[in-house]
């Protein structure tokens, strides 16, 4: 039996692979309980950015562009290539762009407002 820190790890990664799955799957997947993958959903989106969806087409999902593992800017290292873009070229703002859109951290809901 695996420790809930390796499971909620592998969840991570599994999310970050699939981009959504159900909580029916993890159980299956990671031999335990619904109840036990609700918790750790739980405690894992205190740190990441997964949510979960209500309904029919729901489930557990993770907010586009992120992966485990993948390294983000700064918020300081944002906010100077969004200040260095104004004097660009309208060529390379678009090039510009591509790379905050690469490595600029997802915004949460919260965030966006």
Request: hydrophobic share 35%.
């Amino acid at each position: 039996m695996q420790s809930a820190l390796i499971r909620r790890q592998e969840i991570l990664e599994a999310l970050s692979d699939k981009r959504q799955t159900t909580v029916e799957e993890l159980a299956f997947q990671f031999g335990v309980s619904k109840r036990t993958i609700r918790y750790d959903i739980e405690m894992l989106s205190c740190s990441a950015p997964i949510f979960t969806v209500q309904g029919g087409a729901g489930g557990i999902r993770v907010m586009d562009g992120w992966y485990v593992g993948r390294r983000y800017l700064h918020e300081d290292q944002e906010a100077l290539l969004r200040e260095l873009m104004d004097g660009l070229q309208p060529d390379k703002q678009q090039l510009m762009q591509s790379i905050l859109t690469s490595f600029a951290k997802p915004k949460t809901k919260e965030q966006k407002r």
